[in-house]
């Protein structure tokens, strides 16, 4: 430990001489208020300190000491269902200790509960040979997630003792024979959360995350693994995007961070999580989700670690074997710290006063997303998906934190603002976005769902595009000047938009749709396209089929309200589809 003290504060940022042999990340308590503080830059022992907490009221001459650690979360039971601060301090628990609503300085509380019992099942015996990243043992954390205890990264050796029954995270369960000596092992592990987390091979990724929203699961879908961006003005949807991923996608754990928005977004999931019962479990959400708050009321220093903290979190997961979202809203207010802490370091400026370093920061981040075999003597293979949106002023894209993330991330939903303004949500543009996973993806759903799925996919896309070129045509001319199978067109164009794409996030139906549901709602509009068109080609006239397909149109804009124990329901349709042109042709005659 080193001890210095403090030369000038600056906002969150503290510089103080004297602290001969600290290091780079090192964290520090500042002032005798003991503040934390972490160390980003030493010039010739002369430290420059990003503070977690408020400043106000700190002055020169006051003492800071070092801890000797990086800034590190706590991993072991009792992570799931919890809400952090972004440097992991627990706000329920500072909430009662504090018996304040509003963080106060220099309080120091665990992570996580060091008293509370964990019932530890040993899947070892003594004598196994065990290497770094081994499944010791298990604890049923929730009710949803079984925790998996593993050897902690650079120790292996030969179980000379272990336990089971009822331990708290700093109890020992495990004594190994090492080299060195015996090695006592706890549940408790800690990691340094600039730190990735080793892994054993990094997997391409291939299997698709299944969010349950149909325009993204059906044109820009995203693999367990793989990385997306939202970006989109205020107003346009990118946190109701997120929340419904966090909600219903197929992983086995979410973490959420909310990093520098308002707080009545995250008041929103605290008090819709615990509500909401996962298909897949049938147990809270909230049963396998990670909560981290740093909102933008809250310290700014704290708000660039954040991010930091739930990676490092989704990693442990990872390494258990589990496939993992991690939702980052937003990472704008993320670079908006990097650039304030840049900006009082004196630090040259990039585009718009963000650091030089800022696509490097976010590729670091989004970096440590991916599909990954774990390290141990039977490799797990876990995954963790990384969806980000960022916030840029006015919906501009063009600006530094949107570009910079749009060069790593394989996967760009677009929010639109006019669709958001007609109320149709979510309002990601066909226009505009797109996914690099799509022709591998379509190829492992075609595998499930038969060679169809991405025939349709592709078909409905060109009816899209067909339309917007309609359109023009229409803004200038009139619809009477298109033909009757344009016209056929623009209506399953709408068909597509409106009965498919739209959906409403707060209907107890509609909120997700499986890919089943989604593979019959598509091929119902697009057989409803195809019978039209081969009905005008037959004689039949536009408003012939218009008039006649009243109440058939009217079923399938509803089939979204279906629940997905009644599908039987949309393969009625697809028959009545069919009898329903016969019936027109048949009363119309050829023409």
């Not at 298990?138 to 650079?154: F, L, S």
């Not at 331990?167 to 006592?184: H, M, N, Q, R, W």
């Not at 299944?210 to 990385?227: L, Y």
């Amino acid at each position: 430990m080193a001890i210095g003290t403090i030369t000038k504060v600056s906002g969150p940022l503290v510089t103080a001489s004297g602290l001969q042999g600290a290091k780079i990340h090192e964290i520090c308590k500042v002032s005798e208020k003991g503040l934390i503080g972490e160390i980003i830059e030493l010039k010739k022992g002369t430290a420059s300190i990003q503070v977690y907490e408020e400043t106000a009221g700190i002055g020169p001459g006051e003492v800071v000491e070092t801890t000797g650690a990086p800034l590190s979360v706590e991993l072991a039971p009792g992570l799931l269902t919890q809400m952090f601060d972004g440097i992991q301090r627990p706000l329920d628990k500072f909430m009662a200790q504090t018996e304040s609503d509003f963080l106060e300085r220099g309080v120091s509380i665990e992570p996580l509960d060091w008293q509370k019992k964990w019932t530890f099942i040993p899947k070892k015996e003594i004598g196994d040979e065990v290497i770094a990243g081994d499944i010791i043992g298990i604890v049923q954390e929730t009710k949803a997630v079984e925790h998996r205890i593993m050897i902690p990264n650079g120790i292996s050796g030969k179980i000379k003792v272990i336990k089971a029954g009822n331990f708290s995270i700093k109890e020992v369960i495990c004594v190994l024979e090492t080299a060195t000596g015996d090695k006592d092992i706890q549940m408790l592990q800690k990691w340094p959360v600039r730190t990735p987390r080793p892994y054993h091979t990094k997997l391409t990724p291939g299997e698709p995350l299944v969010t349950g929203q149909r325009v993204i699961d059906t044109f820009f879908p995203v693999a367990k693994g793989g990385s997306a961006a939202v970006p989109g003005p205020f107003g346009a949807g990118k946190t109701v995007v997120q929340h419904q991923i966090a909600k219903w996608a197929d992983v086995d754990i979410v973490v959420y961070v909310g990093c520098g928005e308002r707080g009545n977004e995250m008041k929103d999931v605290i008090s819709e999580f615990p509500e909401l019962i996962d298909p897949q479990t049938g147990e809270s959400i909230m049963e396998r989700t990670v909560l981290i708050a740093n909102t933008s009321n809250m310290p700014v220093a704290a708000r660039e670690a954040s991010i930091y903290t739930g990676i490092t979190i989704a990693e442990y997961y990872r390494d258990m074997g589990y496939s993992v979202a991690i939702m980052a809203d937003s990472t704008s207010r993320w670079a908006e710290a990097l650039r304030e802490m840049s900006g009082r370091l004196q630090e040259i400026p990039g585009d718009e006063g963000y650091p030089a370093y800022l696509g490097s920061r976010i590729a670091e981040y989004y970096e440590r997303a991916g599909r990954f075999k774990s390290i141990g003597s039977q490799p797990r293979e876990g995954s963790i998906t990384a969806i980000g949106a960022v916030s840029p002023a006015g919906g501009d894209i063009s600006e530094p934190v949107t570009q910079n993330t749009l060069r790593i991330v394989k996967v760009f939903w677009a929010l639109d603002s006019t669709l958001a303004q007609k109320r149709h949500f979510p309002s990601v543009s066909w226009v505009n976005s797109y996914s690099l996973y799509e022709d591998e993806l379509n190829a492992y759903v075609d595998e499930i769902m038969g060679d169809e799925w991405s025939q349709m996919v592709a078909q409905a896309m060109t009816i899209l595009q067909e339309e917007s070129r309609l359109d023009e045509i229409v803004q200038l001319v009139g619809v009477d000047s298109l033909s009757q199978k344009d016209r056929v067109t623009m209506t399953s164009a709408r068909s597509i938009r409106q009965d498919y794409l739209q959906q409403n996030a707060f209907d107890d139906v509609d909120t997700f749709t499986s890919r089943t549901k989604q593979f019959k709602m598509l091929q119902n509009i697009l057989t409803f396209h195809k019978e039209a068109q081969t009905a005008i080609q037959l004689g039949a006239y536009y408003d012939e089929v218009l008039k006649g397909t009243v109440d058939l149109r009217e079923k399938i804009a509803r089939s979204k309200y279906i629940p997905e124990t009644e599908l039987t329901q949309l393969d009625e349709i697809q028959t009545e589809i069919k009898q329903t042109m016969q019936t027109i042709l048949q009363e119309g005659g050829m023409h």
